[in-house]
């Protein structure tokens, strides 16, 4: 029997979820090995090159974006045809991509220098480079048929695998690492691990879609070229707005105050980034039900009513993520790197709102994403990366805040842009209905999410400041479990509280009669 929208969603949700919890396990041991054997200069040109790379994907112009939005009528349709004329035309972008980022990789390597300035570039930081930039340019060589999947509400297949891969790519990496503490061998295995994962993708994208291998294709219209070519335009201001405010961030501070501290940094990241991919696996898995529930005739109405619950769920999650992250993570980072790795709890306090602001949009740009509303973003995009550029370098230039300058440079872009249009856009040009409603719960989470933080980073500077970090970490689970109580009190009479309640009771009673029958 066919699953509904509900089931592959949620059960998309789970596997992603599950799969995550697993890899960010792993996620630390690699960076617990990686430290060990390679230091944190090696870890500052890890971040450095990464955020090199993510710049150069915008060479990919936001396609994999508009080609999923492409996908959803032709799949609810089951036009094979159609399907197949796509997906010939996105093979032929995505080999021009994967050429164009090969060549300018190879131009900004000229840059090195001014990029990783407090180190000297030797051969070896080169080769290092270009094996970065060769694991990009051969994972554009099979996204098109990744997308295909995600389209189609089989995210989970492209989660499983890629998390199988990356357990035996591990493994390796850390016994490469052990017998010789080479980067460059490290990176290698890399590589090989993104080959074998895209030939299993390919392969069964080809065995779930065997039509794509007939010679049934049909034609991509003008009017279809056209609508493509808007989303594409849409999302590549996007992409350009996302990499300066994000990928920037460890450009400027190997620039302007050295890799080390972008290997700092990126031991937060892993933290944040960790917490970020499950909330995003949550939420971003209804994106291929949102679409087939857009493309269906049950219309905008059942779509507002499931954002406004999303949107409550991911303000619960982002809240006490962000708690989690202002309380422990400088526990966490002593226990398990030294307390020389640590930032002060006034960065930490940036970086928790920074991370807030982030988090919460989510709902909001898989709306925006579902609906394909890239084109109606490209303003705010614009005046977002200008305005993130103006307030971190003004802020680096004429102040000594340092890695704060930047952080409150992005947040002070995203509240005048993102914050207010991204959820405006979606009710005027999507749900096509007022977004007075919306804004009064936006407010009123973001006002209560600021209380409880600037209260929490009160009381942990200035009353619970205690040597022992065991004595910490037990008043610290208190306080969580108190403001936990408080938060739920004072939402439990809430229409998406309810929801929230209802959905949890049919679950464990759904659990419950499954235990039931096996005994």
Known sequence: ????????????????????????????????????????????????????????????????????????????????????????????????????????????????????????????????????????????????????????????????????????????????????????????????????????????????????????????????????????????????????????????????????????????????????????????????SLGNLIHSNEGNKKAEDILSKYQFITFLITLFSSLGILLFSNIFITIWLGKEYLFSVNIIFIITLNFFITVYRMPFLTFINGYGLFWEQKTKNIVEAILNMVFSLGLLIYSDLGIVAILIGTILSSIFTVVWYEPYSVYKFGLKRSSKSVFKVIVMHYCYALTVLILTYLLITKFLVVESILIQIIYYIIFYILLFVLTISVFWKTKELIFVRELLNRMLAKFANKFRKQN
């Open 1 to 288: 029997m066919k699953k509904t929208r509900t089931q592959n969603a949620i059960f998309n949700s789970i596997i992603s979820i599950l799969v995550q919890i697993l890899k960010i396990i792993l996620a630390f041991a690699n960076r617990s090995i990686f430290i060990y054997y390679l230091g944190i200069v090696y870890l500052g040109l890890n971040g450095l090159f990464s955020s090199i790379l993510s710049v150069l994907s915008l060479a990919e112009l936001g396609i994999g974006t508009a080609i999923a939005v492409s996908l959803y009528k032709p799949l609810v349709e089951n036009n094979i045809a159609k399907i197949n004329a796509y997906m010939q035309m996105y093979k032929r972008i995505y080999t021009k991509i994967a050429s164009i980022v090969l060549i300018l990789g190879i131009v900004i390597s000229f840059f090195l220098p001014y990029l990783a300035s407090d180190i000297q570039i030797t051969s070896e930081i080169y080769y290092i480079y270009f094996l970065f930039l060769a694991n990009s340019v051969i994972s554009y060589l099979f996204t098109y048929k990744r997308i295909l999947l995600d389209a189609d509400q089989k995210r989970y297949i492209n989660v499983t695998t890629d998390f199988s891969i990356f357990v035996l790519g591990s493994i390796v990496q850390w016994i490469a690492l052990f017998i010789t503490k080479s980067y460059i061998l490290f990176l290698v295995i890399m590589i090989l691990m993104t080959i074998i994962s895209n030939i299993i993708i390919s392969v069964k994208v080809n065995k779930i879609y065997d039509f794509l291998s007939s010679n049934t294709i049909g034609e991509v219209t003008k009017i279809e070229r056209n609508s493509f070519s808007k989303h594409v335009k849409g999302t590549f201001i996007s992409k350009i707005a996302e990499t300066i405010v994000m990928s920037t961030d460890n450009i400027l501070m190997s620039i302007f105050i050295g890799v080390s501290t972008v290997g700092m940094y990126s031991n937060y990241n892993v933290i944040l980034g960790n917490l970020q991919s499950i909330i995003n696996q949550l939420i971003s898995s209804i994106s291929g």
